[in-house]
């Protein structure tokens, strides 16, 4: 039996880290429709089991190491932006972020220093804030 499944899966993808996150995101909504008993929840999470198993036996293992690639850079740029937000959160005691009032670029200020002029390093532009 083993060296049967081990054959029927030689050419397939199989799993990964995005059918992994699908999985556990279909038992979430599963176990949310069985709480709550709203439909939608039932049926988001038997399509994406249904997504997580069609990716694990797909044969294009090309069109899923691109979606798996995608999933990751996703991924990664929201656990930096997650990780941006938990630095200024823990630096708010002794710095005051506020953003360019022209390019939104954010700027970091210590706290304490009064009404100072503040410039942008990326467009130059100078305002006043209080810190």
Same mark, same amino acid.
């Given at each position: 039996?083993?060296?049967?499944?081990?054959?029927?899966?030689?050419?397939?993808?199989?799993?990964?880290?995005?059918?992994?996150?699908?999985?556990?995101?279909?038992?979430?909504?599963?176990?949310?429709?069985?709480?709550?008993?709203?439909?939608?929840?039932?049926?988001?999470?038997?399509?994406?089991?249904?997504?997580?198993?069609? %990716?694990?036996? @797909? &044969?294009?293992?090309?069109?899923?190491? *691109?979606?798996?690639?995608?999933?990751?850079? =996703? +991924?990664?740029?929201?656990?930096?932006?997650?990780?941006?937000?938990?630095? %200024?959160?823990? @630096? &708010?005691?002794?710095?005051?972020?506020? *953003?360019?009032?022209?390019?939104?670029?954010? =700027? +970091?200020?210590?706290?304490?220093?009064?009404?100072?002029?503040?410039?942008?390093?990326?467009?130059?532009?100078?305002?006043?804030?209080?810190?």
């Amino acid at each position: 039996m083993k060296e049967k499944l081990r054959r029927f899966m030689a050419s397939r993808y199989g799993s990964d880290a995005l059918n992994q996150f699908l999985s556990v995101a279909s038992i979430a909504c599963l176990t949310a429709a069985l709480i709550s008993r709203w439909a939608a929840f039932y049926y988001i999470g038997v399509v994406l089991m249904v997504y997580s198993l069609f %990716r694990m036996f @797909s &044969r294009n293992i090309a069109a899923r190491t *691109a979606e798996n690639y995608k999933f990751y850079t =996703l +991924r990664d740029r929201i656990a930096g932006w997650w990780r941006g937000v938990r630095a %200024r959160w823990d @630096s &708010r005691r002794f710095y005051r972020y506020y *953003a360019c009032p022209h390019c939104r670029q954010k =700027l +970091r200020v210590p706290r304490g220093r009064g009404r100072i002029q503040i410039s942008c390093p990326k467009c130059g532009t100078q305002f006043i804030r209080k810190s």
